[in-house]
């Protein structure tokens, strides 16, 4: 069969094998061009490892570090003409890269959040690797079962204490409006916080010391985002802001506990990048539209491949590491260039529907979705036929 892109709305609902491939050999190819990481890890976990910035983290890993890794995802196979997911074949594409060169990487498919899965993670841990040195932390998910209550939590992506109202780019029809989102109430505040706060990360550190796979003076990092004044109010001052600050909270907690194996535990800040979940937050799409440009022009655009190299690089495995005053790592600081955020909030407010590709880089954008799903790579035939299911250990 051929697979062409069905988009509804923020949500492909099809992926292409050959597309997914490309894109992930496009990630290993740059970090094969770039210097290796000095003293890097060599037994990595990576919760969340198939799809943006937790996929670069594994490439990372792999290829500038020659570490061995166990990536954790929840992704479906192609089966007849319904495709799999894009994170499917991206993990397939990047087992079969990795093994090509003689490097370990094993795949668990399942609820990360269940402590069968953690289970398994540690069994595999200490049949194939001994200790891990590095934990990444990317899981993205809009809703979270309890693994000891079995009670499931769903976020949402609401401000709080008022309704906030903002320009909003509809990605389907083109058109710019206003979007009033309503203020979230006391339990979907704690149920975000629960799904997006650091308690299954806590989880994770707690299971894997315990089971005694961690190695001395390991290291381990979990995900967010700030942005500036034009997204603070969708995620500071906003559901996921609470959910970001439980975050910071785990981090200290994670950093006392780990400190018998003189480990550490830190936040990393990255930049706004076109994701699965960036596309259905309010805001972000016309924010990215307009970033993409300004950062493509001065020459400081990065995907989720150059900022994972740097925070490898530059912070993880740096003698003197960027951190702010609550211990996180920043390496969103060229997106908050204060005077390119003084740029960006003026085409904010001039931008309208008549002037959206002139002002913004929307086609870079609808590209950039289009490319999470394998599709518009030059070097794939997307005429051709192709087969949906493939075989994989995992």
């Keep these: 069969m051929t697979i062409k892109p069905k988009v509804r709305g923020f949500i492909c609902t099809n992926a292409h094998p050959e597309g997914c491939a490309a894109n992930v050999q496009e990630q290993i190819n740059y970090v094969k061009?770039?210097?290796?990481?000095?003293?890097?890890?060599?037994?990595?976990?990576?919760?969340?490892?198939s799809t943006g910035y937790g996929l670069a983290s594994r490439i990372t890993a792999t290829f500038g570090c020659g570490a061995k890794t166990l990536g954790l995802f929840f992704e479906k196979p192609g089966k007849g003409r319904k495709s799999g997911t894009a994170g499917f074949y991206n993990s397939v594409a990047f087992e079969q890269a990795a093994q090509a060169e003689g490097i370990y990487a094993r795949s668990i498919n399942g609820d990360a959040f269940s402590h069968e899965i953690k289970?398994?993670?540690?069994?595999?841990?200490?049949?194939?690797?001994?200790?891990?040195?590095?934990?990444?932390?990317?899981?993205?998910?809009?809703?979270?079962?309890?693994?000891?209550?079995?009670?499931?939590?769903?976020?949402?992506?609401?401000?709080?204490?008022?309704?906030y109202t903002a320009k909003n780019l509809n990605t389907d029809t083109k058109k710019i409006a206003d979007i009033t989102v309503e203020p979230a109430n006391e339990e979907e505040i704690q149920n975000t916080v629960n799904v997006m706060g650091g308690a299954d990360w806590e989880l994770w550190i707690k299971a894997l010391k315990e089971a005694d796979v961690l190695a001395e003076g390991c290291k381990t990092v979990a995900y967010t985002y700030l942005g500036d004044k034009i997204t603070w109010p969708i995620y500071g001052h906003a559901t996921i802001g609470k959910a970001k600050e439980d975050l910071d909270r785990a981090a200290a907690d994670l950093n006392n506990s780990l400190s018998s194996l003189n480990g550490q535990a830190n936040v990393s800040?990255?930049?706004?990048?076109?994701?699965?979940?960036?596309?259905?937050?309010?805001?972000?799409?016309?924010?990215?539209s307009i970033l993409y440009k300004e950062m493509?022009?001065?020459?400081?655009?990065?995907?989720?491949?150059?900022?994972?190299?740097?925070?490898?690089?530059?912070?993880?495995?740096?003698?003197?590491?960027?951190?702010?005053?609550?211990?996180?790592?920043?390496?969103?600081?060229?997106?908050?260039?204060?005077?390119?955020?003084?740029r960006i909030e003026k085409i904010w407010e001039e931008v309208t529907e008549e002037n959206l590709y002139d002002l913004t880089d929307f086609k870079g954008y609808s590209d950039e979705f289009l490319r999470l799903f394998g599709f518009g790579f030059e070097s794939v035939d997307y005429e051709a036929e192709i087969q949906t299911e493939i075989e994989t250990s995992f």
Aim: with cysteine; net charge negative; proline share 7%.
């Design 296 to 342: 493509k022009a001065e020459g400081t655009h990065e995907g989720c491949i150059e900022q994972l190299y740097r925070l490898y690089n530059e912070c993880l495995y740096s003698d003197a590491p960027r951190l702010d005053d609550t211990n996180r790592f920043r390496v969103d600081n060229l997106e908050l260039k204060p005077e390119l955020q003084a």
């Design 119 to 163: 289970a398994q993670a540690i069994e595999a841990i200490k049949a194939d690797l001994g200790k891990i040195d590095l934990v990444v932390y990317s899981l993205a998910s809009p809703r979270r079962t309890d693994p000891d209550t079995g009670e499931t939590y769903s976020s949402v992506l609401k401000p709080i204490g008022s309704s």
């Design 269 to 288: 800040v990255l930049k706004a990048l076109v994701t699965q979940s960036s596309s259905a937050i309010p805001v972000m799409p016309l924010y990215l």
């Design 33 to 49: 061009q770039q210097a290796p990481v000095a003293n890097g890890p060599k037994n990595v976990l990576v919760v969340g490892a």
